[in-house]
Nanobody, 121 residues
Framework: QVQLVESGGGLVQPGGSLRLSCAAS????????MRWYRQAPGNEREQVAY???????DYADSVKGRFTISRDNAKNTVYLQMNSLKPEDTAVYYC???????????????WGQGTQVTVSS
């Protein structure tokens, strides 16, 4: 059973920083894309950042220059370093990944349970 578990959310003041982590566990053969999404109350879920297995990355315009996505392939973990946080960054942040388990060697899409990030003074 493959699982994604996020950690690192919390309450931070505007201008502050947080680092989110998402660890994939289970019987994993390979992981290609890993992504961070967020969803604020009343809003649709939006993709914040993306990283592929070759190291390529992409970001939503709203976070470019402030957020950095990275991954540790040896640990099956993806990170989101969030700097210069704004109140509008407040949301539940979700990890998402395309993972091929040893059970069938076919890629499936998995979601984490989400972690709350609140930016407020």
């Amino acid at each position: 059973q493959v699982q994604l578990v996020e950690s690192g959310g919390g309450l931070v003041q505007p201008g502050g920083s947080l680092r989110l982590s998402c660890a994939a566990s289970g019987s994993i053969f390979s992981i290609s894309a890993m992504r961070w999404y967020r969803q604020a109350p009343g809003n649709e879920r939006e993709q914040v950042a993306y990283t592929y297995s070759d190291g390529g990355t992409d970001y939503a315009d709203s976070v470019k220059g402030r957020f950095t996505i990275s991954r540790d392939n040896a640990k099956n973990t993806v990170y989101l370093q969030m700097n210069s946080l704004k109140p509008e960054d407040t949301a539940v942040y979700y990890c998402n990944a395309d993972i091929a388990p040893y059970s069938d060697f076919r890629e499936h899409n998995y979601w984490g349970q989400g972690t709350q990030v609140t930016v407020s003074s």
